[in-house]
Protein backbone atom coordinates (compact mmCIF):
# COMPACT_ATOMS: atom_id res chain seq x y z
CA UNK A 1 0.00 0.00 0.00
CA UNK A 2 1.59 3.32 -0.62
CA UNK A 3 2.44 5.58 2.25
CA UNK A 4 -0.62 8.10 1.68
CA UNK A 5 -3.09 6.50 3.76
CA UNK A 6 -0.88 4.34 6.13
CA UNK A 7 -0.96 7.48 8.93
CA UNK A 8 -4.87 7.49 8.96
CA UNK A 9 -5.28 4.13 8.88
CA UNK A 10 -3.07 3.75 11.64
CA UNK A 11 -5.40 6.06 13.26
CA UNK A 12 -8.56 4.60 12.99
CA UNK A 13 -6.72 1.03 13.83
CA UNK A 14 -6.01 2.69 17.30
CA UNK A 15 -9.58 4.32 17.74
CA UNK A 16 -11.52 0.88 17.03
CA UNK A 17 -9.03 -0.66 19.34
CA UNK A 18 -9.63 1.71 21.97
CA UNK A 19 -13.44 1.90 21.38
CA UNK A 20 -16.09 0.20 23.43
CA UNK A 21 -17.50 -2.06 20.52
CA UNK A 22 -14.24 -4.04 20.83
CA UNK A 23 -13.14 -3.46 24.20
CA UNK A 24 -15.89 -4.25 25.94
CA UNK A 25 -18.47 -5.92 23.43
CA UNK A 26 -15.87 -8.22 22.27
CA UNK A 27 -16.28 -7.69 18.56
CA UNK A 28 -14.39 -7.94 15.56
CA UNK A 29 -13.29 -4.42 14.20
CA UNK A 30 -14.27 -5.01 11.17
CA UNK A 31 -17.30 -6.17 12.27
CA UNK A 32 -17.43 -2.77 14.53
CA UNK A 33 -16.81 -0.91 11.09
CA UNK A 34 -20.20 -2.25 9.24
CA UNK A 35 -23.86 -1.23 10.47
CA UNK A 36 -25.33 -1.35 12.19
CA UNK A 37 -22.12 -1.33 14.92
CA UNK A 38 -20.99 1.65 13.00
CA UNK A 39 -23.49 3.91 14.57
CA UNK A 40 -22.49 3.07 17.75
CA UNK A 41 -18.78 3.52 17.40
CA UNK A 42 -17.63 6.93 18.81
CA UNK A 43 -17.60 10.05 16.32
CA UNK A 44 -14.23 10.02 15.57
CA UNK A 45 -13.82 6.34 14.53
CA UNK A 46 -16.70 7.33 12.45
CA UNK A 47 -14.91 10.39 10.57
CA UNK A 48 -11.46 8.72 10.31
CA UNK A 49 -13.37 5.58 8.58
CA UNK A 50 -15.09 8.24 6.27
CA UNK A 51 -11.25 9.75 5.99
CA UNK A 52 -9.30 6.57 4.85
CA UNK A 53 -12.26 5.55 2.33
CA UNK A 54 -11.80 8.80 1.04
CA UNK A 55 -7.91 8.28 0.86
CA UNK A 56 -8.52 5.15 -0.78
CA UNK A 57 -10.60 6.33 -3.42
CA UNK A 58 -7.86 9.30 -4.08
CA UNK A 59 -5.37 7.06 -4.96
CA UNK A 60 -7.57 5.46 -7.70
CA UNK A 61 -9.03 8.94 -8.80
CA UNK A 62 -7.45 10.02 -11.97
CA UNK A 63 -7.09 13.61 -11.26
CA UNK A 64 -5.28 12.70 -8.34
CA UNK A 65 -2.77 10.32 -10.32
CA UNK A 66 0.29 12.79 -10.15
CA UNK A 67 0.06 14.93 -7.29
CA UNK A 68 -1.49 12.28 -4.91
CA UNK A 69 -3.66 13.01 -1.71
CA UNK A 70 -3.43 15.90 0.02
CA UNK A 71 -1.24 15.49 3.04
CA UNK A 72 -3.07 14.92 6.22
CA UNK A 73 -2.21 17.32 9.37
CA UNK A 74 -3.59 17.53 12.69
CA UNK A 75 -3.68 21.29 12.11
CA UNK A 76 -3.40 24.40 9.88
CA UNK A 77 -0.22 25.28 11.94
CA UNK A 78 1.86 22.09 11.55
CA UNK A 79 1.21 22.06 7.42
CA UNK A 80 2.66 25.69 7.42
CA UNK A 81 5.63 25.95 10.03
CA UNK A 82 6.91 22.34 8.99
CA UNK A 83 7.92 23.09 5.48
CA UNK A 84 11.74 24.13 4.99
CA UNK A 85 11.94 26.27 7.89
CA UNK A 86 9.92 29.09 6.73
CA UNK A 87 6.75 30.30 8.65
CA UNK A 88 4.93 32.25 6.49
CA UNK A 89 1.66 31.92 4.79
CA UNK A 90 0.78 29.69 1.97
CA UNK A 91 -0.57 26.02 1.12
CA UNK A 92 1.51 23.02 1.29
CA UNK A 93 3.19 22.21 -1.80
CA UNK A 94 5.35 18.70 -2.37
CA UNK A 95 7.95 17.86 0.16
CA UNK A 96 6.45 19.95 2.79
CA UNK A 97 6.95 23.55 1.34
CA UNK A 98 4.54 26.62 1.08
CA UNK A 99 3.61 27.10 -2.06
CA UNK A 100 2.51 30.97 -2.19
CA UNK A 101 4.80 32.03 0.62
CA UNK A 102 7.03 34.92 -1.26
CA UNK A 103 4.93 35.58 -4.00
CA UNK A 104 2.44 37.43 -2.93
CA UNK A 105 3.73 40.51 -0.69
CA UNK A 106 1.41 42.08 1.95
CA UNK A 107 -0.15 45.41 1.21
CA UNK A 108 -2.42 47.65 4.05
CA UNK A 109 -5.19 48.63 0.63
CA UNK A 110 -4.30 52.55 0.73
CA UNK A 111 -1.40 51.89 -2.01
CA UNK A 112 -1.81 53.76 -5.55
CA UNK A 113 -2.84 51.70 -8.31
CA UNK A 114 0.03 51.00 -10.93
CA UNK A 115 -0.93 52.16 -14.17
CA UNK A 116 -1.52 49.59 -17.01
CA UNK A 117 1.74 48.98 -19.27
CA UNK A 118 -0.75 49.74 -22.19
CA UNK A 119 -1.89 53.14 -20.83
CA UNK A 120 1.77 54.02 -20.11
CA UNK A 121 2.93 53.02 -24.14
CA UNK A 122 -0.06 54.82 -25.71
CA UNK A 123 1.07 57.73 -23.40
CA UNK A 124 4.68 57.72 -24.89
CA UNK A 125 3.24 57.34 -28.42
CA UNK A 126 0.57 60.20 -28.50
CA UNK A 127 3.62 62.90 -26.61
CA UNK A 128 6.21 61.37 -29.35
Known amino acids: MPSSCK ?3 AALA ?3 QSSDCVM ?3 NKP ?3 LREPLLSTMPTKCQQLKKG ?3 CKRGMVDMRKRFRGNQPIAVSKELEVTSGGGQSGKGYQLYAG ?3 FAD ?3 ETAGNEPEERDWREVENEKFRKG
Do not use: M, Q
Request: aromatic share 4%; hydrophobic share 30%.
Open 97 to 99: KPA
Open 24 to 26: IDR
Open 30 to 32: SDC
Open 103 to 105: TAR
Open 14 to 16: ACL
Open 7 to 9: DIR
Open 52 to 54: YGE
